[in-house]
């Protein structure tokens, strides 16, 4: 039996939410938002096929073999390329994709992929390229449902929560040399009783036969606003539903150049204070799950059997 979840452009919010416990000593989980919990083997394989699947046809795959697969669709309008072959207004496009294995743990939420082909968008290679040689190992904590395939952000202290996700490519050279580059990226929610700031961060680590011969951070955006509404709560307890009503104020980019001949950051910084619209106020939502938060937004997901 297949298990296909389908995007919905609508909130809604069903119900409060009892923690309850799956049957597999996993506490933290919320069945009347997030439906129930999947189950695996011992190896950390889905018994069933489970597709995850949005309103533009991109989807993410996991079968019972072990395999995954992740397609990433976009739409052409006239005028645009979006999968950059030379045709425009073609409508619906492939522009992006992968392929691998993986392993996911309902106890602590971390999913393990690892992607041995991609799809490549370069016009004169369009299509799949298998990984000679190489491959990239992706680690991210989130939470997998019949409902729901989400993000989580731990709580780092009060106030604070971080989900962090990691890409390794890893690679032999034919002297038989190793190499590796370390990708992190952190998206961190901070929320005080009159500040709300969302920033993602991107950070690089360059391992050379085993030696870390360069760290740094390659990549900030930051995102200040002020706090409308009564915040009724920064610790968004276990079960605890929140609305934020913000304005933004600043938005924040900083790019470091990174030669990659020399494996070597420029010291300083490129910073661009990006325009904020007047009056750009918003809601953001979460709901509290064990030690970590969810996002709760317009990318509502529902299971169909």
């Known amino acids: 039996m297949k298990k296909v979840v389908l995007l919905l452009l609508s909130v809604c919010l069903v119900g ?18 997030t439906g129930e919990l999947l189950s695996v083997d011992g190896a950390g394989i889905f018994p069933e096929e489970v597709k995850y699947e949005w ?17 990433d669709y976009e739409y052409e309008y006239s005028g645009d390329d979006e999968d950059e072959d030379g045709i425009t207004g073609e409508g619906k496009v492939q522009t992006g994709g ?9 106890v602590t939420y971390e999913l393990v992929k690892i992607r041995t082909s991609g799809f490549d968008t370069d016009p004169e290679n369009y299509g799949w390229e298998v990984f000679d040689g190489y491959f990239c190992t992706d680690t ?13 952000y731990k709580f780092k202290e009060t106030g604070v929560w971080a989900s962090v996700n990691t890409s390794v490519w890893s690679w032999t050279e034919d002297d038989g040399t190793t190499g590796a580059n370390h990708h992190t990226y952190t998206k961190t929610y901070s929320i005080t009783a009159d500040t709300f700031v969302s920033e993602r961060k991107w950070d690089l680590e360059w391992v050379r036969d085993g030696v870390v011969t360069t760290t740094g951070t ?13 915040n009724p709560s920064a610790a968004i307890g276990d079960g605890e539903y929140i609305t934020v009503q913000i304005l933004w104020e600043t938005c924040v980019d900083r790019d470091w150049e ?3 001949d020399t494996g070597e950051f420029l010291d300083q ?18 709901l509290g799950v064990g030690e970590y938060i969810m996002e709760v937004d317009s990318q509502w997901i529902r299971s169909m059997r």
Do not use: K, M
């Open 16 to 33: 409060f939410i009892v923690g309850c416990d799956d049957g597999g000593g996993t506490p933290g989980i919320y069945e009347p938002y």
């Open 55 to 71: 309103d533009d046809g991109s989807y993410n795959l996991f079968r019972a073999d072990g395999t995954f697969e992740t397609i």
């Open 98 to 106: 992968e392929r691998g294995t993986y392993t996911y743990d309902p």
């Open 140 to 152: 991210e904590v989130a939470l997998l449902t019949e409902h729901q395939y989400r993000r989580l």
């Open 218 to 230: 390659e990549h900030t955006y930051t995102e200040t606003a002020s706090i409308l509404n009564a």
């Open 258 to 260: 990174f030669n990659w």
């Open 269 to 286: 910084p490129v910073v661009t204070d990006e325009p904020v619209e007047p009056n750009d106020t918003r809601s953001y939502s979460f």
